[in-house]
């Protein structure tokens, strides 16, 4: 029984691996079934209000990007903005004129450029009345006009219903509309169209407003002060 019990372990070594797949060409399994990959041609967009108070806003749209490693925006497009709508700009930040090199964001293939920042005020402040601000840099290198990246999102403490279509963020105590989109490059004119997209307050409780309707932020022992996205260029 020894004898017989090794022989059965050393044809079992021997024995080939098991192959799980049909036998055939690649014409005959293409036409058994079909691979179904999804591809999806639209990207979220979400519309984010600019400006000093929520009676005189504009609806920044741009693609809700959690891997996008910071704001970024096409510098022309952002720069025509600023020309015909200072009131909802606080600075423009331009690299050459202060003396900063340019910042290089890498990607998955190539890298682009941030040569200026714009720094949009925003309809939310401080205990203080004092306005947050939105910093966005600026290349020309991008294809679309507006990015909202993870750091802007993880201060402003947001979080996505992809069902529902809204970005809600806890420290604004605010609801933004999310659409879904193809990326495309929008006109100016854009910002002043859709007034109906403008935010949703949340909660009242923790909510005052002053007679320019700022919604005033509580400070919160952990938050950051500010939404405003920082990126600290290398002084020459």
């Not at 372990?9 to 036409?31: C, H, I, W, Y």
């Not at 691979?35 to 990207?43: H, K, T």
Request: net charge positive.
């Amino acid at each position: 029984m020894g004898k017989n019990s090794g022989q059965k372990r050393k044809q079992m070594r021997t024995d080939p691996p098991l192959n799980f797949m049909t036998v055939g060409s690649f014409a005959t399994m293409e036409q058994a079934q079909k691979l179904d990959f999804s591809v999806n041609e639209v990207l979220a967009v979400m519309h984010f209000p600019i400006g000093l108070n929520l009676r005189n806003t504009a609806n920044l749209k741009g693609i809700y990007d959690t891997g996008g490693c910071c704001n970024i925006g096409e510098k022309a497009y952002h720069l025509i903005i600023a020309k015909q709508y200072p009131q909802l700009v606080k600075q423009v930040y331009d690299f050459p004129k202060i003396h900063y090199d340019p910042i290089k964001i890498g990607g998955i293939k190539d890298s682009v450029n941030i040569e200026a920042i714009i720094e949009y005020y925003i309809p939310f402040a401080n205990e203080d009345g004092e306005n947050h601000t939105l910093m966005i840099g600026l290349t020309e290198q991008l294809p679309i006009d507006t990015l909202f990246g993870l750091p802007f999102m993880l201060k402003a403490k947001m979080a996505p219903d992809f069902h529902r279509k809204t970005v809600t963020s806890s420290l604004f105590n605010q609801e933004f509309e999310l659409t879904m989109e193809r990326p495309k490059m929008l006109p100016v004119q854009h910002i002043r169209r859709d007034q109906a997209a403008s935010p949703k307050v949340l909660f009242n409780n923790n909510k005052k407003e002053t007679g320019q309707r700022v919604i005033i932020i509580r400070k919160h022992q952990h938050s950051a002060p500010t939404t405003t996205t920082n990126i600290t260029p290398k002084k020459r």
